[in-house]
């Protein structure tokens, strides 16, 4: 028959088949409606209807069959209670699927029995003394009323239709047919008792089902009133039967032992299947939460979700049939016991207990983590008094452990058990439940460490860049009006090569401390690398982010102490908005790498205009775009001939012959037109291709000398080097080969190096410059007066002559300090044995005095701008004129 008890702590009751268990549902059910009343109240309601017209028809069925008394019927009645009480103990709940039970039950048995032996009257006080007591010791106090009346309803409806069946056969059938049918209707009425109830809770069943729960009650049912009504026909009418029923109920007996083990085994592994399944899938929702970037050592608690331990704990209660299940949970080790409760409620002074130190409770310090069964009776005085303290009689501990630490203690507290406390079965359970929970727990703890750095950075504890990114995604999508801040701690490199990394990595900690202390600890900051930080203001306007900035700005730049020094740090702000303002419309962007990527266009231009704290603009962004561009596309306007190369006559002084030219390069840009060197040369030297570019134009160089070689012309060729190029070992090796495949002799190629590339480190330079010079090729000193050249270093770099820079030949004519400056630079290169060239020269006055001062060669717009190479072969026909040499060579002079 259904059994009536409730399922655990929601006053519904649990059906044979069927579950109306709220709020959860099950495939033939579905939630509660808003509009709806409370659950409780309506089943309290329900309850008492269902005992007022069970009492009403209990009423009706004693009128209808007199009482009888007599003493032979208390012991009939005490008998028949006890077959109650032993048909309720023995029942077997077997789970179908999550939320739907189906329970088996004997209590037709003792049923069909009293219908055989008993009145009316003496049936329902054992039924009710036998099914309310247990109710009762199993602490079920919140369902009596409503099992009490679907009891009263039980033993009515069987009474009632025994009689209707005796009356109708009239003695013309079997005389045990009226106590079938009758046994037969009590499980019937009881299921569609419960049917109203799940109907009346809200709760939906399909009509499959339905019918379904009552052809299982109903074959259930013939099967226990058969066994019934053969027992009673056995001994009453066949000689010798007792004999015969008790061997036949030893067989049955033996038959539920291990048909019931057997069920109890199927329990226990779902039961365990279930508990795993909601660790894992807690476990899943955590790691698939975004990080909230902040630098807590509690987020691995704060991400734990405490309702699915506590169906953990729900779970385990109802299977080991406990009163009570207390999990006590460790989610960092150093954190304090986190408590979870399932069941009656634990007394608020063990609520606290702690596990470690002078107070610790006794349950909590056990070592090892197999299971113990401890009885108040037989208990050491501590565990005993750790008992009392819970108000329990019996428990089950099992402590929960890692390889390192204490991560939770599981108890189970009082069997609600038939005759004995916790068996062989609940400790193997409750072992196998630790195990896996503490193996879950400690991989939870794994997965949130390794999720914690895969996205925090290990210096500061701040997020990294793709926890920024995780963190900022979502927030950014619902907050539009937000802003993402770059900053930039400057002087580290400089800490670092003074005094070690370890602390420049002090640095950048206290800095990421300051910022966290001035944006709080709800604002999402990162360390993306360096001293480089990144921020997250939502919901804030360009100019409350401008203050933010400077606030940031002030406390970065406040002094550091560093090894007993005090080193005054520069911080630089880029700050960009989702929001930009476009020629057309607002434009919305929320990708968190374009934002950042944006910040940081802003926090250069912020450096490089001198500034501390900047906005982005578009225009910034075209600007870095278009470097990129031109970086991107420089190899194939090599190849394509967008780039070309332009040559600068130089004459000698004061002969004015043309001895050689300056190799410039030129690039006429498809979409940007012609671009200035000093935009494209930089952006190729920094993206490492400016191997390519000077290749390419000391090729063409020598290329135009040869031609000049073949018409009876010496005319030197001078090319730009670039500081890289001094850094290149095998950079020599190619300048000979290129010497060598255009048949240059290497006296007509000058390589010109920078005052400040060359001094920025000599000693590197020197290996590479000597090898040069070994080749014969001509070194030249560019820019010479601007850098902070050593006249020690000069007279070591194996160099053949210097260039004064134009600045000072420009000022010459107004400027005594110029004039006094080139002056002295013509003295100190011819001193040293070196060929002085001036560059800038663009009037007759300069010329002169630069020829009285002895300079050796000038070069500049009086004698000729930058020419291509068709039009320098034109100016060379037009400017110039042919004479012999000393030598019988060709000899260009530069006509007045």
């Known amino acids: 028959m259904p059994d009536h008890r409730g399922a655990a702590d929601t006053g519904a009751p649990v059906v044979a088949g069927a579950d109306p268990d709220y709020p959860r549902t099950t495939d033939e059910g579905q939630g509660w409606a808003a509009a709806d009343a409370p659950p409780d109240h309506r089943f309290l309601v329900f309850s008492v209807l269902v005992l007022v017209s069970s009492l009403v028809g209990a009423g009706l069925v004693s009128a209808w069959e007199p009482p009888a008394g007599g003493v032979r019927l208390v012991w009939i009645g005490l008998v028949l209670a006890l077959g109650f009480l032993v048909a309720e103990q023995l029942a077997i709940n077997v789970d179908v699927r999550g939320g739907v039970s189906w329970t088996i039950s004997f209590s037709e ?8 032996v008993a009145p009316f009257e003496v049936v329902l006080a054992a039924h009710l003394v036998a099914g309310v007591g247990t109710l009762l010791v199993r602490r079920v106090n919140d369902r009596i009323l409503y099992n009490a ?13 025994c009689g209707l069946v005796d009356r109708a056969m009239a003695g013309s059938g079997p005389a045990w047919a009226g106590a079938l049918a009758g046994a037969l209707a009590a499980p019937l009425t009881s299921t569609l008792l419960a049917l109203v109830c799940v109907r009346v809770l809200g709760r939906r069943m399909r009509l499959g089902a339905a019918v379904r729960l009552m052809l299982r009650t109903l074959v259930l049912g013939l099967v226990n009133a058969s066994v019934g009504v053969v027992g009673y026909q056995v001994v ?23 048909y019931s083990g057997l069920l109890r085994e199927q329990r226990d592994l779902e039961a365990l299947s279930e508990v795993s399944l909601i660790v894992a899938r807690s476990g899943h929702q955590a790691a698939a939460r975004p990080s909230l970037g902040l630098a807590d050592p509690h987020e691995v608690a704060g991400a734990t979700e405490i309702d699915e331990w506590q169906a953990i704990a729900e779970r385990i209660k109802e299977q080991l049939g406990a009163a009570r299940v207390v999990l006590r949970l460790r989610f960092d080790p150093q954190l304090p016991l986190h408590t979870v409760v399932s069941g009656s409620d634990l007394p608020a002074e063990v609520h606290a207990a702690q596990a470690s130190g002078p107070r610790a409770d006794a349950l909590l310090r056990l070592p090892g983590s197999h299971v113990r069964h401890f009885r108040r009776g037989d208990a050491v005085p501590e565990v005993r008094h750790a008992l009392l303290r819970r108000g329990a009689d019996e428990a089950l501990v099992v402590p929960l452990r890692s390889a390192s630490h204490l991560l939770g203690v599981v108890e189970a507290h009082d069997k609600l058990s038939r005759w004995r406390g916790f068996g062989q079965a609940d400790t193997r359970l409750i072992g196998t439940m630790a195990s896996h929970l503490a193996t879950a727990m400690d991989n939870r703890r794994l997965l949130a460490t390794l999720r914690h750095d895969a996205y925090h950075d290990p210096l500061t504890g701040l997020l990294n860049r793709p926890g920024f990114r995780r963190a900022a995604g979502e927030p950014l999508r619902k ?5 993402v801040l770059r900053v930039d701690l400057d002087v580290l490199s400089t800490v670092s090569d003074a005094l070690g990394y370890a602390w420049s990595d002090r640095m950048v900690v206290a800095a990421g401390r300051r910022l966290r202390d001035a944006l709080g600890p709800d604002v999402a900051l990162a360390r993306l690398e360096g001293g480089q930080f990144a921020v997250l203001l939502l919901d804030t306007t360009p100019e409350q982010a401008h203050e933010v900035a400077e606030l940031l700005r002030a406390g970065l730049a406040a002094p550091y102490p560093v090894d007993r020094l005090t080193v005054e740090a520069a911080a630089v702000v880029g700050y960009c908005t989702p929001r930009t303002a476009d020629a057309e419309e607002d434009s919305l962007e929320l990708d968190v790498d374009a934002l950042l990527q944006r910040a940081d266009v802003a926090l250069r231009a912020a450096r490089s205009g001198g500034d501390t704290v900047r906005a982005y603009l578009p225009t910034m962004g075209q600007v870095f775009l278009r470097r990129f561009q031109l970086v991107t596309q420089f190899r194939h306007a090599l190849e394509s001939g967008q780039v070309k190369v332009h040559y600068q006559p130089k004459v000698a002084l004061p002969s004015r012959q043309v001895i050689g030219v300056e190799a410039l390069v030129r690039w006429r840009h498809p979409e940007f037109g012609r671009l200035d060197p000093d935009e494209f040369v930089p952006a190729v030297e920094a993206a490492g291709l400016v191997d390519a570019l000077t290749g390419f134009v000391m090729d063409q160089s020598l290329i135009r000398v040869r031609k000049w070689l073949d018409r009876g012309l010496r005319i030197a060729a001078a090319v730009n080097l670039s500081v890289r190029s001094l850094d290149d070992p095998h950079f020599p090796d190619r300048v000979a080969e290129a010497l060598a495949r255009h048949d240059v002799p290497p006296e007509l190629l000058t390589l010109e190096l920078t005052e400040s590339g060359v001094m920025a480190d000599p000693q590197r330079a020197l290996p590479v410059l000597r090898r040069l010079h070994t080749l014969g090729v001509t070194l030249a000193v560019d820019d010479f007066g601007t850098g902070y050249s050593s006249l020690a270093y000069l007279r070591q770099l194996p160099v053949d002559e210097v260039k004064i820079d134009k600045s000072f030949v420009l000022g010459m004519g107004t400027d005594l300090g110029d004039l006094a400056v080139v002056r002295s630079i013509v003295e100190l290169g011819h001193s040293l044995g070196l060929t002085v060239v001036a560059e800038g020269v663009e009037d007759d006055a300069a010329r002169d005095q630069l020829a ?9 717009y009086l004698i000729s701008r930058p020419l291509s190479e068709s039009r320098l072969e034109a100016w060379l026909q037009a400017r110039t004129t042919q004479a012999r040499g000393l030598r019988d060579e060709t000899v260009l002079t530069l006509l007045s």
Do not use: N, R
Not at 149 to 161: K, L, N, Q, R, S
């Open 109 to 116: 048995i003792p049923l069909v029995i009293g219908l055989f």
């Open 149 to 161: 009346g679907a009891m009263v309803f039980e033993i009515t409806a069987a009474f009632a239709v």
């Open 236 to 258: 009453a009418h066949a000689e010798a039967g007792w004999p015969l029923l008790v061997l036949a109920l030893g067989g049955l007996a033996a038959l539920y032992i291990a």
């Open 479 to 483: 907050h539009p009006d937000s802003v």
């Open 852 to 860: 009285s001062m002895g300079c050796d060669v000038a070069q500049g």
